[in-house]
């Protein structure tokens, strides 16, 4: 005889990993073939293949509150800014929202400074200091220059020449900048930046030098390359020091070295759950909203005759109603998932915490040089061409 398939709320209970005082339950997937009888929860490359063709249509937007992609596959945006993004993959797999991550650090290929050839430096940093510095600088500029450039293969025991830098590989800083006495600076002056001309020097310092069909793709409409935040510290300088160096800059990825990586953290954590099994009212509520962060639990007004299970106590009837707090979920996505409400005794027997196992809760914060949500996009792609 065939077994029935699972209902809806024996799914939705799979999906969920317990977290208790003191232990972790449920923490291994189930959906897999033969676990369990009269499903089927084989992997189809095809569903695969259109879950993620439709993240990649041209028709969607990463704008969109949510992008639904297939039935149980959907994106939910819930910050969306230039450096800063905040968004939700459910129905997922563990494995492939990892592959997401690692892809967002190590395998987006950005543009950054590899090589610097120092003609003068006379300021207290040290070349190689000054040059480990201005390499995690972080830079922008024209995306369709950015996407045009070619990778520049370095020398190595197989190829002790290498590229040679062109145009279409090799992008082209300088640094030169003097530091001199200012005129009219009031006797006995302490600040430097009154005192001298130029004393410290700033990422705005840096000069792009087009070089070849640069001029027409990296212009100042389209945009010029340049560093992300203009006002990073690179050196300080006094009367008589002198920087001048030229910078040669190239596309590379994560793996390679942490200055390519497209942003400053990629991480996610699963959607926390909330389950109030019996009232909390009164002061309990209050306390129990205090052992979450703000806005993760509500207090709402209720009947003060209500018993343990919700319904009024017929005990009760006929006299008049007080009201009182009695405590709600609100807002489980603020939760940190601290567990401090187990701490208390009252509450263990009337809360239950957990996680959900396909919901990934991803932030993004990129360095610059690409809009936040658009990492995610090319993340897809890269992913897709494995």
């Not at 040059?131 to 600088?137: E, N, P």
Request: with cysteine; hydrophobic share 35%; proline share 5%.
């Amino acid at each position: 005889m065939a077994r029935e398939p699972a209902s809806t709320d024996e799914v939705e209970r799979r999906k969920i990993v317990g977290v208790n005082a003191e232990t972790i339950t449920n923490v291994t997937s189930t959906d897999f073939p033969g676990h369990h009888p009269g499903e089927d929860n084989s992997w189809s490359l095809e569903k695969f293949k259109k879950v993620f063709a439709s993240i990649l249509s041209p028709d969607i937007h990463p704008l969109h509150t949510y992008i639904n992609c297939a039935q149980n596959f959907r994106v939910k945006f819930y910050k969306n800014e230039h450096f800063d993004a905040s968004f939700s993959l459910i129905g997922i797999d563990a494995s492939i929202a990892n592959a997401f991550r690692r892809i967002l650090i190590s395998e987006i290929p950005t543009l950054a400074i590899e090589f610097v050839f120092v003609h003068n430096n006379t300021s207290i940093i040290q070349d190689e200091v000054l040059a480990h510095r201005l390499g995690l600088v972080p830079l922008t500029g024209s995306r369709e220059g950015l996407n045009w450039m070619k990778w520049f293969n370095k020398p190595t025991e197989e190829s002790p020449e290498g590229d040679t830098a062109l145009d279409n590989n090799t992008v082209v800083l300088k640094l030169n900048i003097e530091c001199t006495w200012a005129e009219g600076a009031a006797r006995g002056e302490q600040d430097p930046t009154k005192l001298y001309k130029n004393a410290h020097v700033y990422a705005r310092d840096i000069v792009y030098e087009p070089v070849g069909r640069q001029q027409n793709l990296f212009t100042e409409r389209q945009g010029l390359i340049r560093p992300v935040n203009p006002d990073i510290l690179l050196a300080k300088l006094r009367p008589g020091e002198k920087i001048d160096i030229e910078m040669h800059c190239i596309k590379g990825i994560g793996a390679d070295h942490a200055k390519f990586s497209p942003v400053a953290t990629a991480s996610y954590r699963l959607m926390p759950t909330i389950e109030i099994s019996k009232p909390i009212l009164g002061d309990a509520a209050r306390k129990f909203a205090r052992c979450f962060p703000k806005g993760v639990i509500g207090l709402e007004d209720v009947a003060s005759n209500t018993e343990e299970g919700g319904e009024r106590s017929s005990r009760m009837e006929g006299q008049q109603e007080q009201m009182t707090k009695k405590a709600v979920v609100q807002n489980p996505f603020k939760d940190t998932v601290s567990r401090e409400c187990l701490r208390h005794d009252e509450f263990k027997d009337k809360v239950k915490l957990g996680r959900v196992r396909d919901h990934f809760i991803f932030m993004v914060e990129s360095t610059g040089q690409f809009e936040s949500d658009l990492l995610f996009l090319e993340s897809v792609k890269t992913l897709k061409l494995k």
